[in-house]
């Protein structure tokens, strides 16, 4: 299967790319990350912009509250 993860933190992409170093604390969670992304045929991690996404502010404030 195929499966593009789009995500609003460009730090995230450059991580799952390899672009940037894992904290130590975050190699766990990165690893698993991996791990499920080689589950897929096809995976891909996007930078999106999030300017002017008034549904995500929203989303988030709720969350939030």
């Known amino acids: 299967s ?8 460009e730090t995230i ?3 799952m790319t ?3 170093g894992i904290s130590d ?3 766990p969670l990165h690893r698993r990350a ?3 992304a ?4 096809h ?7 999030r300017d002017g996404d008034s549904r995500v502010d929203n989303l988030i ?5």
């Open 2 to 9: 195929h499966v593009t993860a789009k995500t609003d933190t």
């Open 13 to 15: 992409v450059k991580q």
């Open 18 to 20: 390899g672009e940037y």
């Open 25 to 27: 604390d975050l190699r």
């Open 34 to 36: 991996r791990n499920q």
């Open 38 to 41: 080689n589950e897929f045929e």
């Open 43 to 49: 995976f891909e991690i996007e930078h999106v912009s």
């Open 61 to 65: 404030d709720e969350v939030l509250e």
